[in-house]
């Protein structure tokens, strides 16, 4: 269990000291303990080439160390905090634009634009890879209720490859209507 703070000893900020010890928690099923030797590694590599080369040396762990909770935690309050600041700026955004074209138009696009920053913040937090394609595919997209079905589709999907293929989709089925 203590293998995770091998990077907090003296001579542990070493890339081969990594290497051995990500090497000895999967050899010994500890991927459980991958998230803390990530976070605490993380402290000691704090220039930016050192940090790209964590992050590609714990990427092929990626899944493990999303299954922690610690990294479920994070990741649900990141997502919360990113869907408040989108459904503000969208909600900004239809009162901007209500001011300047009347009221419940201005509702109309309060609501689309709010829906759309919601995506993108849900995106943005999980999947920031996938924000301008969301963004390319529901540019033009203007009925609310579409909107809420994308919404809704995209939260109930589990992984940026279903992700990618929905939105995908949403290009194929408008130039199918």
């Known amino acids: 269990g203590l293998l995770p703070l091998v990077t907090l000893t003296h001579d542990g ?10 090497q000895q928690l999967v050899v010994s099923h500890n991927h459980h303990l991958l998230s803390m030797a990530y976070t605490f590694a993380a402290l000691v590599f704090d220039k930016p080439d050192e940090q790209q080369w964590l992050i590609e040396r714990f990427d092929m762990y990626k899944k493990d ?14 997502l919360e905090k990113g869907l408040e600041k989108g459904l503000e700026k969208g909600i900004e955004a239809g009162r901007e634009i209500g001011r300047k074209v009347g009221r419940e138009e ?16 849900f995106l943005t937090a999980r999947y920031p890879m996938l924000v301008e394609l969301a963004q390319e595919q529901i540019s033009g997209i203007t009925a609310i209720k579409r909107l809420q079905e994308i919404l809704s589709k995209v939260f109930s999907l589990q992984t940026a490859g279903e992700i990618e293929e929905y939105l995908l989709s949403l290009h194929d089925d408008a130039t199918k209507n």
């Open 13 to 22: 900020k070493r890339r081969e000291v990594v290497d051995e010890m990500i």
């Open 65 to 78: 160390l999303e299954e922690s909770w610690a990294y479920q935690r994070i990741l649900k309050e990141g």
């Open 106 to 121: 201005g509702r109309e696009v309060g609501q689309r634009e709010a829906l759309r920053e919601t995506l993108v913040g």
